[in-house]
């Protein structure tokens, strides 16, 4: 499911996108209500300009709803709306249109309805909710970018019609905690991070901001908080992951978790917060000063060589 990127599809992603946007009245930008933050595109708000846009936080459902709560107002601007949506319910996407309809009135004796578009990073939903609004499967389904030519349109009310193949667009890859945490989602696959190292850095996560759900999956006694590595030995002993002689599989173990992660049978939880997405951001400039600090650095050497 997960897709790996290239700056050729990054560039070819970003050109359809910018080539669709004047056609567009509304961008309706899928989230995962999990990874707030790392499943934003880093490219999509210099794209946009100032068109209205609405922030659909999906799987709900699998997040912390005091989590996404908090969030709302921190994806929201002037011309930006959030919402959270589960999509799994019945009706689950209603909210989508009522929110279209109650924003945007309708222009009088128009002869087209307004236009949405809906964008984001591989397998956070978008299918699932042009479906849901269109009453029927339309979606391409499948990650893979749009190849017709010409754009389908379908209508979903009066007054708006929607692009039947979404924007798919890139994750937040420079911050590399994030792209952890898009791993454990299964929104990435990066064939560097393995299961137990992703898990361990979510068994981290977990063990500090939310040790009840973990000890209500696995039992008081293989919760150690302050040490991941011993927690998910703990609990692949409890789940029966074991291998040569008896000693744990941790790959296997980090799948269990993982897995009761991805489908919420451990609860609701959030990866992200607002004030990670503020440390980390400036965590992601440094590295970039220092980056070009010591390209420049390199020049300078280089030139210096030259001259001798
Ligand atoms: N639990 C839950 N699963 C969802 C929700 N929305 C989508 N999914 C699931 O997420 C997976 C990816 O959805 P899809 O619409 O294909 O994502 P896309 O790649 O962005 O088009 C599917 O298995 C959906 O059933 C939601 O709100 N809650
Ligand atoms: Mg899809």
């Known amino acids: 499911m997960a897709i790996q990127w290239f ?3 990054m560039h070819k992603a970003r050109k359809e996108i910018a080539a669709a946007l004047p056609r567009v009245d509304v961008i309706i930008e899928v989230l995962d209500a999990r990874l707030p933050y790392s499943s934003q595109n880093p490219m999509l708000n210099e794209l946009r300009g100032d068109k209205p846009g609405l922030r659909v936080l999906a799987k709900a459902d699998l997040a912390d709803p005091k989590l996404t709560e908090i969030w709302m107002p921190a994806l929201t601007t002037d011309t930006i709306q959030a919402m959270a949506l589960t999509q799994t319910e019945p009706g689950g996407a209603k909210p989508v249109l009522d929110t279209l309809s109650a924003r945007f009135k309708p222009i009088p004796n128009a002869l087209k309805p307004r236009v949405a578009m809906v964008v984001g990073i591989p397998n ?22 749009a190849i017709t030519k010409r754009q389908q349109h379908v209508r979903i009310s009066d007054h708006w019609s929607l692009r039947d193949t979404p924007g798919v667009l890139w994750p937040n890859l420079e911050n590399v905690q994030g792209g952890y945490r898009l791993a454990a989602v299964g929104s990435v696959r990066d064939t560097a991070m393995d299961n137990t190292e992703v898990c361990l850095v979510l068994l981290d996560y977990a063990l500090e901001t939310y040790p009840t759900l973990l000890r209500n999956r696995y039992g008081n ?15 692949g002993k409890q789940t029966g992951c074991l291998g040569a002689r008896g000693h744990v599989d941790y790959d296997r173990a980090a799948r269990v978790v993982m897995q009761d992660f991805r489908t919420g049978t451990l609860g609701g939880m959030t ?16 590295l970039r000063q220092m980056r070009d600090a010591a390209k420049l650095q390199k020049r300078e050497a280089r030139k210096a060589r030259r001259k001798r």
């Open 7 to 9: 700056p050729g599809h």
């Open 124 to 145: 956070v939903g978008k299918s699932t909710l042009i479906n849901a609004l269109a009453g029927r499967a339309v979606a391409k389904t499948g990650n893979e970018p």
């Open 221 to 235: 006694d293989a919760i150690v908080t302050d040490d991941s590595t011993r927690t998910l030995e703990l609990i």
């Open 271 to 286: 990866l992200e917060t607002p004030e990670m997405q503020v440390s980390e951001e400036q965590e992601v400039i440094k």
